[in-house]
């Protein structure tokens, strides 16, 4: 039974330029979440999907959007990227009504932006 | 609105010895809690939660936590350190019904001395 995937694994973009993670959740599960976790901070949270539709959204700028598949997949996209947006972008999944209220995380992916 | 302190951004403690990681919060409901664990270069491992019950929770690798109502706090406990146990610590809480968002603390370090 695989576990949270993501990819890439390492990014390196310029400032301006548009970026796009992607993950895949646990099996079984039926949501994604998206956290930033800058370093030496903890992660915060950025948004959720389920149900291929945006349900909480953290405070971000709408520079960060986001998809959810049918196959319950997901990706993060950032635009015009910023210095500041360099961290490990870490993908998370959970069953909305699974009980355990666990999420489940993946490797993340680390993001330079020069 | 939620929040998490994690006091002591850096905890050293011998082989052997008594570990204990702070964490208080504050929340406007009964929050569900939560102690992960992060090892460099990785994505975040449950290391145990309370959501309701029992308030002493028990989670893997030997490390316990105890959710005190009247102090706001969930400090994670391990009797005995080992080496491996050297990582950063993160506790998190989510607000029940709200779709499993989490919102983190800024992380604790642990160094284990030989």
């Known amino acids: 039974d695989a576990g949270v995937t993501q990819s890439p694994t390492h990014l390196i973009k310029t400032r301006g330029q548009q970026v796009t993670l992607r993950c895949s959740p646990k099996?079984?599960?039926?949501?994604v979440s998206w956290y930033q976790q800058a370093l030496g901070q903890g992660p915060q949270f950025i948004f959720q999907?389920?149900?291929?539709?945006?349900?909480q959204r953290g405070n971000f700028p709408d520079r960060f959007s986001g998809h959810q598949f049918p196959n319950y997949s997901s990706e993060l996209n950032v635009n015009a990227l910023l210095l500041g947006d360099s961290a490990l972008y870490l993908c998370?999944?959970?069953?909305?009504?699974?009980?355990?209220?666990?999420?489940?995380f993946g490797p993340g992916t680390r993001l330079t932006v020069t | 609105a939620q929040s998490v302190t994690q006091l002591g951004s850096h905890v050293s403690v011998s082989e052997g010895a008594l570990v204990l990681l702070r964490c208080n919060y504050s929340?406007?409901?009964?929050?569900?809690l939560f102690w992960y664990v992060q090892y460099p270069n990785q994505g975040l491992q449950l290391l145990l939660k309370?959501?309701?019950?029992?308030?002493l929770v028990k989670g893997i690798n030997g490390f316990e936590a105890e959710f005190k109502k009247s102090e706001t706090s969930f400090h994670l406990t391990k009797p005995s350190a080992h080496m491996s146990d050297a990582a950063e610590y993160f506790c998190?809480?989510?607000?029940?019904?709200?779709?499993?968002?989490?919102?983190f603390g800024g992380g604790t370090r642990l160094m284990v001395k030989p």
């Open positions: 998370a999944s959970s069953l909305i009504n699974g009980g355990t209220y666990e999420q489940y």
């Open positions: 099996s079984g599960h039926d949501t």
């Open positions: 999907y389920y149900e291929e539709e945006e349900r």
């Open positions: 929340s406007s409901v009964p929050p569900y």
């Open positions: 309370y959501t309701t019950g029992a308030t």
């Open positions: 998190a809480v989510s607000n029940p019904g709200a779709g499993n968002m989490l919102t």
